[in-house]
């Protein structure tokens, strides 16, 4: 019996990476603006490569690139970029089609709902805030919660042990088959493979089901608490 639904946040209940370009996007040309003596090609390139050395979750991105270019920090420059980023982010940060119906429908299925990120804390919290999806979740679980990222099996029993449930009575959904869907497989979980959010390319994805569209995950527990 499926008593607990859980999802990876980004880039399975929002789409992360369309709303990271947009956000880089307008700072890029807000700092430009105010001021920014380098190449829309030169600035993007500084911050992909401190992204990929930092991580995408990297909150000084800005700051950084100034620095590794001018050995000091323009706040003018600063602040254009910031409040830019921070403008187009919000505007951008919208749930893939369905998610709402979704996670309300199996609200209504008495099904408990969860979250586990490899996201820090507070950005996971500010965009499941954002969206109103705090008050659906039953359970997150974020980095600073066991220091560890997936697929390392510690976020996902935390994550059972906040719903007070056994690994066979929860399906994971997520885009990262080498993350979301192997640390779920390892601690004795079904797996759902969010295709639609993929971004690596994935064609094969050992989960136990391959989703195009978040509504799937309605039929699927239906189909699942049906056999049992």
């Known amino acids: 019996m499926i008593k607990a639904v859980i999802f990876d946040l980004d880039n399975t209940l929002v789409d992360f990476m369309l709303m990271k370009r947009q956000a880089i996007d307008a700072a ?83 099904v408990k709902l969860g979250v586990v990120s490899d996201a820090p804390a507070k950005e996971a919290w500010l965009r499941l805030c954002y969206l109103n999806f705090h008050y659906l979740f039953d359970a997150v679980v974020t980095f600073e919660d066991t220091g560890m990222r997936k697929p390392n ?14 690994p066979s009575e929860a399906v994971m959904v997520g885009d990262w088959a080498e993350r979301d869907v192997l640390g779920a497989a390892q601690v004795g979980m079904k797996t759902i493979f969010a295709r639609y959010g993929n971004t690596f390319g994935t064609e094969i994805s050992h989960a136990d089901y391959d989703i195009d569209d978040i509504s799937q995950v309605i039929d699927i527990v239906k189909e699942l608490n049906q056999r049992a």
């Open 28 to 110: 890029i040309n807000a700092m430009r603006d105010a001021g920014l003596k380098l190449s829309i090609e030169e600035i993007r390139k500084g911050i992909d490569e401190i992204y990929e050395e930092r991580g995408m979750e990297f909150q000084k991105v800005f700051d950084e690139l100034m620095y590794r270019e001018f050995s000091k920090i323009d706040y003018k420059i600063l602040s254009a970029g910031v409040i830019a980023y921070r403008r187009a982010r919000e505007a951008a940060l919208v749930p893939y089609p369905h998610v709402p119906m979704t996670l309300i429908e199996l609200s209504k299925m008495h």
């Open 153 to 166: 099996p510690e976020p996902f029993r935390k994550i059972l042990e906040m719903l007070q449930i056994q």
